[in-house]
């Protein structure tokens, strides 16, 4: 899996065939304001959203890390 990271962390995700299969999962942009992405997420039911910067993968939000920032403990 290191490997792969290393050989592909900068390619746009649509650019690697066969490793992105369609889903539920939500995607956020990085500069994307906390209380919004916060929002969507519970909306949506979804517990965690793709972080893009543009159109590539930079992160994993997760409603915990959401929630670990607004209690101040991150």
């Given at each position: 899996f290191e490997g792969l990271l290393r050989a592909h962390g900068e390619s746009a995700l649509e650019s690697l065939?066969?490793?992105?299969?369609p889903n539920s999962f939500k995607t956020v942009q990085e500069d994307e304001p906390l209380l919004e992405v916060a929002v969507r997420l519970?909306?949506?039911?979804a517990r965690s959203a793709y972080v893009l910067r543009g159109r590539k993968l930079c992160g994993v939000l997760?409603?915990?890390?959401?929630?670990?920032?607004?209690?101040?403990?991150a």
């Open positions: 065939p066969g490793m992105v299969a519970t909306r949506s039911s997760t409603l915990t890390d959401l929630l670990r920032r607004v209690a101040g403990k």
